[in-house]
């Protein structure tokens, strides 16, 4: 996280090393100790003149600036390792590296898009190996993905890949399409020619109890799509959706 710089008033500076010095004496009585470390440290042996305040203040900028530049290159070398281990599925690798380089960037969106992304393959390869009747890992990584993912929208309200991640995690993992449902209208507003989209949206008002406007989206994707994978999957969706209401109707 960078930090603006606090500015220094070099009129002011003998008042504060004097105010300042004192008291940090008053916690260790070896004035030469002191002294020598500053030396050691900056090269100016209690700065007192403009010109050596000057020189102390450019060796400290300087230190900091090496600091912050270390820094930058950490978090980033955070972000290339987690993409390098997600473009392998290696997806447990990839989420600590993700949730290392959210500690310096807590305001990236697209970080907490893969933290999301990561924790919701992670949730499938969590089996309950005792066999004790539950999975709490599997639900917290969910819990995990949820939040990534609204931290995400948080950063950026219309950020169309967790729009839709959400929507499918709510949809299809914790089997809640009334949740899902405002994240998927949202995302085909945005990605109006998405139509594999369309498709999911169609499902989640299936789910949802809205069975007339699943057909209505499944019949907009059949006239629409050029693509003859969604298309077939469009239709039987509608055939089987017409087939359970009129047995149902019969009934």
Not at 28 to 56: T, Y
Not at 137 to 145: F, I, K, N, S, V
Not at 182 to 205: H, M, W
């Amino acid at each position: 996280m960078k930090r603006g710089r606090i500015p220094f008033c070099v009129c002011a500076a003998p008042l504060l090393l004097s105010a300042v010095l004192p008291l940090f004496l008053s916690c260790n009585g070896n004035v030469n100790a002191i002294r020598r470390m500053q030396q050691l440290e900056e090269g100016v042996d209690n700065p007192v003149s403009a010109e050596e305040l000057e020189e102390a203040i450019a060796k400290y900028q300087n230190r900091v600036e090496d600091i912050i530049q270390a820094e930058v290159r950490t978090a980033n070398w955070y972000k290339l390792l987690a993409i390098r281990y997600l473009d392998n599925r290696m997806y447990g690798k990839a989420l600590e590296n993700f949730q290392a380089a959210v500690e310096y960037h807590p305001d990236n969106q697209n970080l907490f898009y893969y933290v999301g992304v990561c924790a919701g393959f992670m949730s499938k390869a969590s089996l309950d190996y005792t066999a004790a009747g539950g999975n709490p890992m599997r639900e917290r990584y969910l819990d995990l993905a949820e939040s990534a993912y609204l931290r995400a929208l948080e950063i950026e309200p219309r950020f169309a890949r967790a729009l839709y991640g959400i929507a499918i995690l709510y949809a299809f993992e914790k089997h809640d399409p009334e949740r899902a449902l405002p994240y998927i209208e949202q995302f085909t507003e945005i990605e109006t020619k998405d139509n594999e989209a369309q498709i999911r949206l169609a499902q989640i008002c299936s789910a949802a109890g809205q069975t007339e406007r699943a057909i209505s989206v499944y019949d907009k994707v059949i006239r629409e799509t050029t693509n003859d994978t969604l298309r077939a999957v469009a239709e039987s969706n509608r055939a089987f959706l017409l087939e359970d209401a009129r047995s149902h109707g019969a009934d």
